[in-house]
T-cell receptor
Framework: AQTVTQSQPEMSVQEAETVTLSCTYDTSENNYYLFWYKQPPSRQMILVIRQEAYKQQNATENRFSVNFQKAAKSFSLKISDSQLGDTAMYFCAFMKPLSNYQLIWGAGTKLIIKP | NAGVMQNPRHLVRRRGQEARLRCSPMKGHSHVYWYRQLPEEGLKFMVYLQKENIIDESGMPKERFSAEFPKEGPSILRIQQVVRGDSAAYFC??????????????FGPGTRLTVT
């Protein structure tokens, strides 16, 4: 069975700093998808970034980028120039194709951006 | 284009009552997923539905819980005879027709159920 592990329950950094959130996963599959979701205090779940396992190039969305290490089964999220609005819970999630596309989630990392 | 809508946002029920949670997917989306988030935990998959069909309910408790997605109207997650352990946030997500490339799930704001 697939599992997703986020080893950092909580992190805090100063505004404008760069922060990296870690995520590791366990699977025997070769093709799959990985996601980072953000859940602010409003509790809305917002897709931040996604990565297809067959792509070697790391995904980037503005200030958000990932470091995808397939052999190490690692999928970390880097937030550059952090902003107060980045304060939220961040969840890493795994999806296996042809498995009804259900997401398997990590326990989350609480990120606090300090002014 | 309106996002995924869930109502109510907050629901309070006494032990033994029934809870009905509604989810309207994004326009054009025919796939709906329900997840449960217990306090201080990540989301857990419950059920995956397409119009008029339950595709995968492997994450749903065998008793008291049921889900439907009728041809017309929202998807409904129904919890009968609620207990305190059912208190959680319930999220609905929708996605467009499943395909190799299209696999994003768009989430609603969630319904927070409190059982007293």
């Amino acid at each position: 069975a697939q599992t997703v592990t986020q080893s950092q329950p909580e992190m805090s950094v100063q505004e404008a700093e760069t922060v990296t959130l870690s995520c590791t996963y366990d699977t025997s599959e070769n093709n799959y998808y990985l996601f980072w979701y953000k859940q602010p205090p409003s509790r809305q779940m917002i897709l931040v970034i996604r990565q297809e396992a067959y792509k070697q190039q790391n995904a980037t969305e503005n200030r958000f980028s990932v470091n995808f290490q397939k052999a190490a089964k690692s999928f970390s999220l880097k937030i550059s120039d952090s902003q107060l609005g980045d304060t939220a819970m961040y969840f890493c999630a795994f999806m296996k194709p042809l498995s009804n596309y259900q997401l398997i989630w990590g326990a989350g990392t609480k990120l606090i951006i300090k002014p | 284009n309106a996002g995924v809508m869930q109502n109510p946002r907050h629901l309070v029920r006494r032990r033994g009552q029934e809870a009905r949670l509604r989810c309207s997917p994004m326009k054009g989306h025919s796939h709906v997923y329900w997840y449960r988030q217990l306090p201080e935990e990540g989301l857990k998959f419950m059920v995956y539905l397409q119009k008029e069909n339950i595709i995968d309910e492997s994450g749903m408790p065998k008793e008291r819980f049921s889900a439907e997605f009728p041809k017309e109207g929202p998807s409904i997650l129904r919890i009968q005879q609620v207990v305190r352990g059912d208190s959680a946030a319930y999220f609905c997500a929708s996605s467009p027709r499943a395909g190799v490339w299209i696999n994003e799930q768009y989430f609603g704001p969630g319904t927070r159920l409190t059982v007293t």
